[in-house]
Nanobody, 126 residues
Framework: EVQLVESGGGLVQAGGSLRLSCKVS????????IGWFRQAPGKEREGVSS????????YYADSVKGRFTISSDNAKNTVYLQMNSLKPEDTAVYYC???????????????????WGQGTQVTVSS
């Protein structure tokens, strides 16, 4: 059974940092793509970042480029999202998602992913 479990969310002041984790079970990273998404109240779910183990490429939304970094620890089957210089507009529930196996990946919408975690709340105060 495939499971994704996010953790690391919380309340932080603007300018602060958080690191989200997405622990994956039920499959190994090889050949899978992992994406981070977020959804603020009243808004659609939007892509934040994605990573594909097949080609090692990473992708970021323009709104987080230079501030967020996606990385993985294959030994721990965990993908991370390091979030620096956080802004109040980054406040949302953050989700990780997976799809695979894939030969390559890009920055695709939520409908492209097969598996989802339950989400973790990130709140940035001004």
């Amino acid at each position: 059974e495939v499971q994704l479990v996010e953790s690391g969310g919380g309340l932080v002041q603007a300018g602060g940092s958080l690191r989200l984790s997405c622990k994956v079970s039920g499959f190994t990273f090889d050949g899978y793509a992992i994406g981070w998404f977020r959804q603020a109240p009243g808004k659609e779910r939007e892509g934040v970042s994605s990573f594909c183990s097949s080609d090692g490429n990473t992708y970021y939304a323009d709104s987080v480029k230079g501030r967020f970094t996606i990385s993985s620890d294959n030994a721990k089957n965990t993908v991370y999202l390091q979030m620096n210089s956080l802004k109040p507009e980054d406040t949302a529930v953050y989700y990780c998602a997976a799809v695979g196996p894939v030969g390559g990946w890009g920055f695709y919408p939520p409908s492209s992913y097969d598996y989802w975690g339950q989400g973790t709340q990130v709140t940035v105060s001004s």
